[in-house]
């Protein structure tokens, strides 16, 4: 193992769960280190590292003088959406702690879009009973809050906040049940070792366990592995949210472009080959019902037409490309539009979006195991339940950045024991594109025990493989993931959410979680 060094808090990702934890811990007098294992932060680049970057929608938040809105709204909106899976008493604060957090964000350097009153415009998206998403740049409010929060970063940087990009991390390294450091990977210096007292996870997603994803590259389900790896407890990891509009192109696999859900918000319908309207029927709200329900209307409709998509009829959305420039970029990058026209039909599919599960953590987001803290998409605070309403998940990365930065805090005089780390040089790890199209096949939108056991023997065969690349790595990460994910999802013999068993359709009176950890090499399912 080459360099060692050390912080009072380290934090693994550089997407709004982790910016938004570094720069509150730094500005309170923490030396804090931020792993990246994406490329430092350009503006300009094509494919981004952060989910964050890729936002369209935007930020679910109660104005303190929104008459229509309150805390209880919010609170009540997010709990029917989690079909009885969300828990109310990390929902609550989380949302509470909204405001304030985005407050923090615009003193940072985010803009949002206002009207001439300079109040912020409101959005509404499915499963929201008022307009309460602010946005910026119309569907741009990743690439906003993310410039914003890498600019702020760069400011900031000096010996109290340091980001080492490309750096992948590849262990925590645990002390007497306690993580007090990580090993990671750099082209450049090779491996190396940081000790803290806190080690904050902020990976992200694991969209890369699909085909195709709207997911960036790097949403491979590492730290869900790295925590599992270090015996935290995972949940809710069957529930995969997949958007019903993503966009199809002819055997294109990995990150495709999304194409929000405002704008059905503005009059876009969705049609299949026959011209044929594919939620007539199936949902009073009908293109504005939750997310589950329209993914699975529009595979059923793809079912019945035999077509490989369906279609976004945006003929009635006035002002296409200026209301929706992040979506025209994708459609012209993908040939389907030009600089001065938009198509009327926009192909689609239902495309694996949001992790609603991770890793156990408690409101402040620890982990079950000391030393280790959890925020964002990585974590399973209990605020997404069985199916995420839109626009809370970058509202929770804010919020619980905060709150890790405040238990940092707290822990920063503890002192760390340096261990010796024994990093296994082979793991089991599955090619990728085969685990992506069993996972594609039998573990999306329609799972039943034939197919999850079917893969879950697959996975279980991964054979072993030198982690050489950071591709390795990820490789191992889904594969380790993935079983989670199957076990999961076999273990919940009910459909609810974004989990749907065709062999057992209907939902249990009672909703219950149990969690998962990893022991001796087995996914073992335990008390939640
Ligand atoms: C297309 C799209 C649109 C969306 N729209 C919205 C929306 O409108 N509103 C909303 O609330 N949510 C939206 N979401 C979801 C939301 O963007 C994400 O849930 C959120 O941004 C996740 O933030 P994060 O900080 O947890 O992770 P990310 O922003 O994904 O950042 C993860 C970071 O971890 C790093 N990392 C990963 N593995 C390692 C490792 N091994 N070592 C070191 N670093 C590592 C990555 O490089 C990256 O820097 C959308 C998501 C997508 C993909």
Known sequence: MGAQSRADLVVIGAGIAGLTAALSASAAGLRVVVLNKGPAWVAERAEQPTSTFYAQGGIAVVEPDNPDDSINLHVSDTLAAGAGLTHAAATRPIVTDGWPAITELVERGATFDRNADGRFLRTREGGHSVRRIIHAGGDATGAQVQRALG????????????????????????????????????????????????????????????????????????????????????ADLEFIQFHPTMLYLDGARGRRTLISEAVRGEGGRLVDADGKSVTAGVHPMGDLAPRDVVARAVEAAMDRTGQPC???DVSGVDDFARRFPTVTAGLRAAGLATETTTPDLIPVVPGAHYLCGGVVATPAGETSVPGLLVAGEVSRTGLHGANRLASNSLLEGLVMGRKASAVAAERRGLSVEEALLSVPTSRPAMDRKALQD???????????????????????????????????????????????????????????????????????????????????????AVAD
């Open 151 to 234: 600019q702020a970063v760069t400011n900031s940087a000096g010996p109290n906040l340091v980001c080492i990009d490309d750096a992948a991390v590849t262990d925590l390294i645990k002390h007497d049940g306690v993580v007090v450091g990580a090993a990671y990977r750099t082209p450049d210096a090779g491996e190396a070792v940081i000790y803290a007292p806190t080690i904050l996870l902020a990976t992200g997603g694991a969209g890369h366990l699909y085909a195709a994803t709207t997911n960036p590259g790097g949403a491979t389900a590492d730290g869900i592995a790295l925590a599992l790896r270090a015996g935290a407890k995972v």
């Open 310 to 312: 369906v279609y976004l």
């Open 438 to 524: 069993l996972m594609s096949d039998e573990v999306a939108l329609q799972r039943s025990a034939t197919g999850l056991d079917a893969v879950a023997r697959r996975l279980g065969a991964a054979p072993t493989r030198a982690m050489k690349s950071v591709a390795d790595l990820e490789d191992a990460a889904l594969t380790l993931t993935a079983r989670a994910v199957v076990a999961a999802a076999r273990a919940r013999e009910e459909s609810r959410g974004c989990h749907a068993r065709v062999d057992f359709p209907d939902t249990a009176t009672e909703a219950t979680s149990r969690a998962f950890v990893l022991v001796n090499g087995d996914i073992v």
